[in-house]
């Protein structure tokens, strides 16, 4: 690593680099892990900022992600999560793109705000304690209702459950999109940024007052 971003990188890790060099190292990173999108099946960087602004939007403070990969979008993630004061718990199988994550994170002054867990998400998710009030599923595609059967309890009233790629793949994952848009407790619709592909957005509601 240039000894420059090493010196900035370590400011980060103590907490005290200024703003500006974390962005500098935002700017060198984030297009890093952008030209391999292709080959993680990342977010692009408008589903990655919408995510950064639901976050903020939402004052989530518990975020769970399901399917890390390099840390892409774990890292829009993080940084909103320090604007609301929480963190994120993050799950990869891959021991190698677990090891790549926690680097990038860790790069850009995230690794105390975001955990990344290694493992089957499948398994995982039936042990953690929730509630969440940000939920993000980006793996698995065909598989996803088995996550909606385990997190649906585990979301907070008021809180979002996102499915990525519900657009290019809805046939794929039919029987998600299915359940998110008929459960009578959640409100549901499905959005593109890039008119290309897009998120299922559902929302637990609230009980009536």
């Given amino acids: 690593m240039h000894r420059l971003v090493a010196g900035v990188t370590a400011a980060l890790l ?5 703003q500006e060099d974390r962005a500098k190292l935002l700017e060198k990173l984030l ?17 990655g900022r919408y995510l950064h602004l639901m976050v903020k939007a939402t004052g989530a403070k518990r975020a769970l992600e ?15 999560l320090e604007e609301t004061g929480g963190a994120l718990t993050t799950i990869e199988i891959d021991a190698r793109k677990v090891k790549e994550a926690r680097e990038h994170l860790g ?14 998400a499948h398994k995982i998710v039936r042990t953690l304690e929730g509630p969440f009030d940000f939920i993000f599923i980006d793996a698995d595609m065909g598989n996803d ?30 029987d998600y ?6 459960h009578p407790e ?12 897009g998120f299922a957005v559902s929302y637990k509601k609230r009980a009536k007052k």
């Avoid at 790069?107 to 089957?120: F, I, P, S, Y």
């Avoid at 009233?157 to 996102?162: A, I, K, V």
């Fill in 14 to 18: 103590a907490g005290n680099a200024p």
């Fill in 31 to 47: 297009p890093e892990l952008e030209a391999k999108r292709g080959q993680y099946y990342n977010v692009p960087r408008e589903d």
């Fill in 66 to 80: 399901v399917g890390t990969a390099n840390g892409y979008s774990a890292i829009w993630l993080g940084l909103a």
């Fill in 107 to 120: 790069n850009v002054g995230l690794a105390e705000r975001v955990t990344v867990l290694e493992g089957d």
């Fill in 145 to 174: 209702l088995d996550y909606f059967n385990a997190l649906m309890p585990k979301l907070s009233p008021g809180g979002l459950l996102l499915r990525h790629n519900a657009i290019k793949y809805a046939s794929t994952m039919k």
């Fill in 177 to 182: 999109l299915e359940a998110v848009k008929t």
């Fill in 186 to 197: 959640l409100d549901t619709v499905v959005l593109s940024l890039t008119l290309d592909d």
